[in-house]
């Protein structure tokens, strides 16, 4: 047992409990002291599942470790099936929603359309989802969506949408009167018996078909209709058949086919986030895109991604109402065969369905990351440093972070920058130039050690606090300089200190012979990339300033008695140094007066007046 349980003082209790325990299928339940429910799991095998939690040769999480130590009671469901036991574990999870078990909420912003539970049920849209036996279609993430669908039910059928109870006998005893919806053919009045019970239910169920999905019967069912109506010689019906066929097919040609072949799917797939996971589920049918959604899924015991994805659609299903005989998912899953059918993305339908949903669940991951950005950002900023921490194998979070870069043309103006960032942003008020003073030539190991240890030794002499972490842009040469530096100035081991090489994104650590891979969609690796491009554009813009006024000089400043001033007025008046030359001296004395202009002219007619 467990040093956790030992600890437990229902201890004895339970025990006796673990004893007796079945070999069955089954749900298990762990009570708190208060009575209340903690924990609902299922198994294949109770007693081995159960035991599991209490061994000491099990490495348990942190949160497992103290569940065990909270359990009081534990109670058992013995079924005959694995996947009675999977639905029941899910029903008593959304009924007594655990402390420690995954959940997923029904998402009220998401909107449905009901078929109300009535001898005349009504089709209406709802954002809440209540058990009364009513049927529920959706959800539709997407209002235009929602909004094309009712619209063409609306324009098919004719159902009535009000509000008020109805029922068979309250409609024989004559308690209703038809509203303006049947004088304008919107409704087939059943309120004042213009239709019968089974007649109006005819129409529902195509409705419920078109929920569905199921536009190909429905198509079918129209063309014979008009077909009959036309052998009869009934031609106004067959026209108006025809004219619900034509607004049939309008729709299902702007609807989202995925799928040339007629598929009935459900397709799931997840992105790994944060310890968590972000999943997307996406129902075809007849290889049409019906619904979409994504979730976030957190992880409550230390569950991993595959557990965690396994709840998700277990959850998605009895929470939807889909009920799919077949499901494509990205690995094959612990869920039993009579349950659902698994398929892997081996055709190439399946493949581009799992694709999509891949590409729905990063987007919907990219999608979080924004609003928690955007809402709290100071949140989003530490989480950040804290991954940083992580990916890095930094000794601190990088709260505090300073990158090197250099800028030459062949060894002339040499400049370098240093930024700042702070909390993950730039600190544009503490960025850095650097004139090169002790390198000649194009050097730009050199460069790199001259400017780590002035800035690093400045800070060490004023006593200013040092960086969480030092990045220099540049490979193992660059680091090497830099890493010198600091062991010059007695610092290396107080500082962290990384390369990024351009060329393949790699991070070089001191001492290490191979770089280190991160991913090229980690948010550590975009942080490095950002503070890196920082550094480049601060630091050539300040080349280029300095590149412009040495042009400046060596054509106009090397004219005695003439400085930057005046040979920038030359030449904003005269556009170009040939212009100043070929410049009259009249125009000249104009310009900058009579004694400059003098000796601007002398310089470049010197000739002509020897």
């Known amino acids: 047992m467990t040093d956790d349980f030992s600890a437990n003082p229902f201890r004895s209790r339970i025990e006796t409990i673990l004893k007796t325990l079945p070999s069955s299928p089954g749900v298990y339940q762990y009570f708190d002291k208060e009575g209340n429910v903690i924990y609902v799991g299922k198994a294949k095998n109770l007693k081995n599942r159960v035991l599991s939690y209490f061994r000491s040769e099990n490495n348990h999480s942190a949160k497992t470790r103290i569940l065990v130590r909270k359990i009081a009671d534990i109670k058992l469901i013995v079924v005959s099936s694995e996947t009675e036991a999977l639905l029941l574990e899910c029903n008593l999870i959304k009924k007594f929603k655990p402390r420690y078990n995954i959940l997923l909420k029904d998402d009220k912003s998401y909107p449905w359309i009901c078929v109300s539970n009535e001898d005349f049920p009504r089709v209406f849209t709802t954002r809440q989802r209540k058990h009364d036996g009513s049927l529920y279609f959706g959800p539709y993430p997407s209002g235009r969506q929602l909004k094309e669908i009712t619209d063409l039910i609306r324009k098919l059928f004719r159902y009535r949408t009000c509000s008020q109870p109805m029922s068979v006998q309250s409609v024989e005893l004559g308690k209703h009167k038809a509203c303006l919806n049947y004088q304008i053919k919107l409704c087939n009045a059943p309120c004042e018996a213009c239709v019968s019970k089974e007649e109006y239910a005819e129409t529902i169920n195509e409705i419920k078909k078109i929920l569905r999905g199921d536009f190909n019967h429905i198509k079918r069912e129209l063309k014979n209709q008009m077909s009959d109506y036309a052998s009869q010689l009934l031609f106004e019906k067959a026209e108006q058949v025809k004219q619900r066929l034509v607004l049939l097919e309008n729709y299902t040609a702007k609807t989202v086919i995925i799928s040339d072949s007629m598929l009935d799917v459900e397709v799931y797939d997840y992105v790994p986030f944060e310890g968590n996971i972000v999943v997307n589920a996406m129902k075809i049918v007849g290889g049409c895109l019906i619904g979409s959604v994504s979730m976030q899924v957190n992880c409550k015991l230390g569950e991993s991604s595959e557990e965690l994805f396994t709840q998700a659609i277990i959850q998605t299903r009895e929470n939807l109402s889909w009920n799919a005989k077949e499901i494509v998912v990205p690995q094959l899953l612990d869920l039993p065969q009579e349950y659902v059918k698994q398929s892997l993305a081996q055709t190439a339908n399946r493949k581009h369905l799992l694709e999509l949903c891949h590409r729905n669940a990063m987007f919907a991951k990219s999608d979080k990351i924004k ?240």
């Not at 991913?519 to 300040?542: M, P, W, Y």
Request: aromatic share 8%.
């Open 371 to 610: 609003q928690e950005s955007l809402i709290d950002p100071e949140r989003w900023s530490n989480r950040l440093v804290e991954q940083m921490q992580k990916d890095l194998q930094l000794p601190k979070p990088p709260y505090h972070m300073e990158c090197f870069d250099n800028s030459n043309i062949q060894g002339e103006y040499p400049v370098a920058s240093c930024v700042v960032f702070r909390n993950c942003k730039p600190s544009n008020r503490e960025y850095k130039h650097f004139n090169i003073k002790t390198v000649e030539g194009p050097d730009d190991f050199a460069s790199m050690r001259e400017i780590v240890y002035r800035r690093y030794g400045r800070l060490k002499a004023e006593g200013k606090p040092l960086p969480d972490l030092v990045i220099v842009d540049g490979g193992k040469g660059q680091l090497s300089a830099a890493v010198e530096s600091l062991t010059a100035l007695g610092l290396m081991g107080e500082v962290p200190i990384i390369g990024i090489a351009k060329r393949l994104e790699e991070i070089f650590f001191p001492g290490e012979q191979y770089p280190l891979c991160v991913d090229k969609r980690s948010n550590s690796l975009k942080v490095i990339q950002h503070i890196r491009d920082e550094a480049h554009r601060f630091g050539i813009t300040f080349h280029r300033n300095k590149r412009s006024k040495g042009t400046f000089r060596t054509e106009l400043c090397d004219i005695e008695g003439i400085g930057e001033a005046t040979a920038q007025t030359l030449l904003l008046r005269f556009k170009s140094v040939k212009q100043i030359s070929e410049a009259s001296l009249e125009d000249l004395v104009r310009s900058i007066g009579k004694s400059k202009a003098a000796k601007v002219y002398n310089h470049y007619h010197k000739d002509i007046l020897q």
